[in-house]
């Protein structure tokens, strides 16, 4: 099953990508779903490529801060997971677990329990090697469900 096929049924693009002007194109990739869009904004937008080391910091703060906000990230760490946990809890309904919740990310209607990884590809780092299941042993979860975000010469994202 393709995650942006579920995602489109179910929740209206304006609901997950406000900027979003070409409609995404998912492509399955074995095991995994991988889910690429052409962005219209330039590979690096005029305010990154001119701003200092501390002004691209406090710029990623407030990025990080309105995304939390608009509720598409709930943690502190790399958005990438979080908008992955997110995408997936909406295309399938699946209930997420809080933050401190260990071993899985998502339950379903029926209890079965979701373990959700997210890796972002780009040129510099091409490996589709997802981070460690930990305590695969404990069966903390029922099944995994992952996604694969690529970067290419033009902005892509992950929807």
């Known amino acids: 099953m393709i995650i942006g096929n579920m ?14 002007a070409v409609a ?3 492509v399955p990739l074995g095991a995994v779903t991988q889910i690429v869009e052409q962005a219209t904004l330039p590979s690096r ?4 490529l001119t701003a200092g080391v501390t002004e691209l910091l406090i710029l990623h703060s407030q990025i990080m801060d309105e995304l939390r906000d608009r509720q598409i990230v709930r943690t502190g760490n790399a958005p990438l997971g979080d908008y992955a946990e997110l ?5 399938f309904g699946w209930s997420l677990e809080s933050n401190s919740s260990s071993g899985h990310d998502a339950t379903d209607a029926a209890g079965i329990r979701y373990q959700i990884k997210s890796r972002r590809i780009t040129p510099r780092n091409a490996s589709r090697q997802l981070s ?25 994202r992950l929807s």
């Open 45 to 48: 937008p005029e305010i990154i």
């Open 132 to 156: 460690a299941f930990r305590r695969l042993p404990d069966n903390t979860f029922d099944f995994p469900a992952a996604a694969l975000s690529t970067k290419a010469t033009v902005s892509q």
């Open 7 to 20: 995602l489109r049924r179910v929740v209206p693009v304006i609901e997950y990508d406000k900027a979003m």
């Open 87 to 91: 995408l997936f809890a909406t295309a």
């Open 24 to 26: 995404p194109m998912a």
